[in-house]
């Protein structure tokens, strides 16, 4: 591993590397990683258009599967900007809290796209007009985990309020398929916002493990292919208790 770049930000200690080998896979892949260890973004440098991190093949799957011809997307939490790059003729916009992970994007991960906006991502997107979006992509982590204001039954209200009435929000998380009390809540509080709600869960050589759990609400059926989902398998989540705010 060759560090790049390390520095602090009022939110997160930024580290930037470059390595031949990630999750198995050979390549040459440089990796945008906060201080809890896990790795926020990358890119194969061999090959930039490769998704290498599986939830965001699930993430992809998930969106282009369900709403084909979508145009409006909100996504909170930046990284190195490799979901809003995906798709540079849609129109999105992006919540990033630290200022700091949108500039590393641009020095080393060749971010180009002008529609970041710097602040809190639940306050931003409650400025935004009701049904203005397809999808809202919830991709925000410290090293704490997902922010507590970003789980609660509140915020889960205000994303179904600004998705017009086919739309779909995914959210991505750390956790445990199984008696993860945690996540269990946070799924139980999402069905309180959504009719319909689906969870995913990639696994690892341990099943006990913690691990990516991508979770997805809509007031609609949330259609997949199993074989598309980046290795991510269905789950169900145990009954949880409600996360309000406060």
Known sequence: MHILAKELSKFNEIVVFETTELYGKLGKFRCLRFADEAIEGVVDLKNP????????K????????N???????????????????????????????????????????NYRMDNVVIG??????????????DFIIMDAFTQKGTPMQFTTLEFFKLTSEKLDSQGLF?????????????????????????????????PGANAADTGNIIIAGSN???????????????IDLGQGHL???G
């Open 220 to 234: 609609r059926t949330i259609e997949f292919q199993p074989n598309e989902m980046g290795g991510f398998i269905e």
């Open 67 to 109: 709403a084909e011809y979508f145009q409006n997307v909100f996504i909170i939490g930046h990284g190195i900007g490799m979901i809003a790059g995906h798709y540079p003729d849609k129109r999105i916009k992006v919540a990033e809290i630290d200022a700091q992970v949108l500039e590393v994007s641009r020095r080393f991960f």
């Open 243 to 245: 996360i309000m705010d």
């Open 58 to 65: 699930a993430v992809f799957h998930l969106m282009e599967f």
């Open 120 to 133: 809190d991502g639940r306050e931003i997107l409650s400025n935004e007009e009701s049904q203005a979006y």
């Open 170 to 202: 995914i959210m991505n998380l750390m956790g445990k398929a199984k008696n993860d009390r945690y996540t269990d809540a946070i799924f139980s509080t999402l069905k309180e916002a959504y009719r319909f709600t689906r969870a995913f869960f990639l």
């Open 49 to 56: 258009e490769r998704v290498v991190l599986e939830y965001q």
